[in-house]
């Protein structure tokens, strides 16, 4: 069964730091692999989708890697700002099926 | 461009009451449509998906229901409610099947 794990759980910078946030899965053969904010008491708002064969995916100050074999991505946020704050969710597919499976997410706060 | 619509936006409702949670989708037609729970400290958990009219895939057997009457309307219904049915209810669609989903806004429902 795939298991999603994001960590930290909450995490606070001041504004202008670059940051790296983690997600791992226990199973690497991914189909692929999905970044989400959510902001507070809002639905999920999709960011980068990185495919199992691609190794980083960029959108702005976003920037995804994947690597498969170690079963990891990072989501970095470079020059962060207060309008980053939010919770960011990773959330992975195995198959060209419909199913993902959600990491528990990272509460960001950036101060200003 | 494509929107999603959900409401209501919270709703407060005793137990073993009925439930009717609609979520709509436009600027696309025969979307895979999706409906999650996000319960406090529990993560996004899929409930159903659907990928046509009338189909519909259940992933966690539960008190709920969910049809597709049209093409781009999903339904998300109990007869009667409990009080573990509390928690924030996602609905979303991709365009095919490993695509990349996008949310609505959520529904917050309290049972009291």
């Known amino acids: 069964k795939q298991e999603v794990t994001q960590i930290p759980a909450a995490l606070s910078v001041p504004e202008g730091e670059n940051l790296v946030l983690n997600c791992s899965f226990t199973d690497s053969a991914i189909y692929n692999l999905q970044w989400f904010r959510q902001d507070p008491g809002k639905g999920l708002t999709s960011l980068l989708l990185i495919q199992s064969s691609q190794r980083e995916q960029t959108s702005g100050r976003l920037n995804a890697s994947l690597d498969k074999s170690s079963g990891r991505s990072t989501l970095y946020i470079a020059a962060s700002q207060p309008g980053d704050s939010a919770t960011y969710l990773c959330a992975v597919r195995l198959d060209a099926g419909n199913m993902l499976t959600f990491g528990g997410g990272t509460r960001l706060m950036v101060k200003p | 461009s494509q929107t999603i619509h959900q409401w209501p936006a919270t709703l407060v409702q005793p137990v073993g009451s009925p439930l009717s949670l609609e979520c709509t989708v436009e600027g696309t037609s025969n979307p895979n449509l999706y409906w999650y729970r996000q319960a406090a400290g529990r993560g996004l958990q899929l409930l159903f998906y659907?990928?046509?009219?009338?189909?519909i895939s259940s992933e966690v057997p539960q008190n709920l229901s969910a049809s597709r009457p049209q093409d781009r309307q999903f339904i998300l219904s109990s007869k009667k409610l409990l009080l573990s049915d509390s928690g924030f209810y996602l609905c979303?669609?991709?365009?095919?099947?490993?695509?990349?989903?996008?949310f609505g806004d959520g529904t917050r429902l309290s049972i009291l």
């Open positions: 979303a669609w991709s365009a095919f099947d490993s695509g990349p989903q996008h």
């Open positions: 659907s990928v046509g009219i009338g189909q």
